[in-house]
């Protein structure tokens, strides 16, 4: 299947999300977008040393280890993270 990248996030549904979820995820070989790591284990000691606060997210948010990470201004996607990664970004990086 071939999917055309970024898309716009905020018209995607959950099973559309997933599936560019996916395809960021083969196109990075595997790797967080944001700190290089492989997605199927941990950020990298950079990104693991940002502290966050779970409280600042809705339930469920770390229930899905790997996110698809979008840009919150202009709603296009940007690439497959850990979930901590995408906490990350969006505390400390505004993105």
Sequence with gaps: MNIDLPQNYTKLNSKSR????????????GLCHYCRAELSGQPQKLARAKVVHPGLYPAGFFDNPVHLHHCHE????????HAHCNAVLWEYEKE
């Design 74 to 81: 202009t709603g296009m996607t940007i690439g497959a993270v």
């Design 18 to 29: 997933k599936t560019i979820r996916e395809t960021y995820i083969e196109e990075q070989k």
